[in-house]
T-cell receptor
Framework: GAVVSQHPSRVICKSGTSVKIECRSL??????MFWYRQFPKQSLMLMAT?????????EQGVEKDKFLINHASLTLSTLTVTSAHPEDSSFYIC?????????????FGPGTRLTVL | EDQVTQSPEALRLQEGESSSLNCSYT??????LFWYRQDPGKGPEFLFT???AGEEKEKERLKATLTKKESFLHITAPKPEDSATYLC??????????????FGKGTKLSVKP
């Protein structure tokens, strides 16, 4: 299967600082990437859809000014958590869409554990 | 409203004890149904995509099937390393241009030796 990487895998920061998470598709081009958030023992919650070269589409209830998304190339999307607070602590996972004529699959990154002190 | 329901929430099996996980869905036009495996602290790992009723796919001890209302993930003679949370997701045809997935809450499988 296709490979998606995320960096960093784990980050601890102080309240009020900003954190950037990178998501890369390593062996395919992804015009669309997705950002999810997952709380303990819960399923994935879609935060936003990121399209290369255009503005991200945010799900209802997700603050676009707090979670800045940039999809500057066909292999890289970034999520910046601005002015992070303890309630932003979570597991953030990205996925990249590999779209072909007969298949349409999302491949997920390994996730980033964010802890805000 | 598009919805995915997985059952059971948790399943404990003895090694070698075959069983099935269920994924029921309601969606305004199914584009695809996906199965993922997720280990603790990791991102979901892609297993299968099913596109039409009657379709089946296999991978080692896993076999996924699809009807118009549900999908089953059959696990034959499971091993402890099959322990994980199995996630089901659907992609609606109306949202096909974005490819958004709607996830169920998952089934946590534990296989004891």
């Amino acid at each position: 299967g296709a490979v998606v990487s995320q960096h960093p895998s784990r980050v601890i920061c102080k309240s009020g600082t900003s954190v950037k998470i990178e998501c890369r598709s390593l062996d395919f081009q992804a015009t669309t990437m997705f950002w999810y958030r997952q709380f303990p023992k819960q399923s994935l919650m879609l935060m936003a859809t990121s399209n290369e070269g255009s503005k991200a589409t945010y799900e209802q209830g997700v603050e676009k000014d707090k979670f800045l998304i940039n999809h500057a190339s066909l292999t890289l999307s970034t999520l910046t958590v601005t002015s992070a607070h303890p309630e932003d602590s979570s597991f953030y996972i990205c996925s990249a869409r590999e779209y072909r004529v007969r298949t349409d699959t999302q491949y997920f990154g390994p996730g980033t554990r964010l802890t805000v002190l | 409203e598009d919805q995915v329901t997985q059952s059971p929430e948790a399943l404990r099996l003895q090694e070698g004890e075959s069983s099935s996980l269920n994924c029921s869905y309601t969606v305004s036009g199914l584009r695809g149904l996906f199965w993922y495996r997720q280990d603790p602290g990791k991102g979901p790992e892609f297993l299968f995509t099913l596109y039409s009723a009657g379709e089946e796919k296999e991978k080692e001890r896993l076999k996924a099937t699809l009807t118009k209302k549900e999908s089953f993930l059959h696990i034959t003679a499971p091993k402890p390393e099959d322990s994980a949370t199995y996630l089901c997701a659907v992609q609606a045809r109306l949202r096909g241009s974005q490819g958004n997935l709607i996830f169920g809450k998952g089934t946590k499988l534990s296989v004891k030796p």
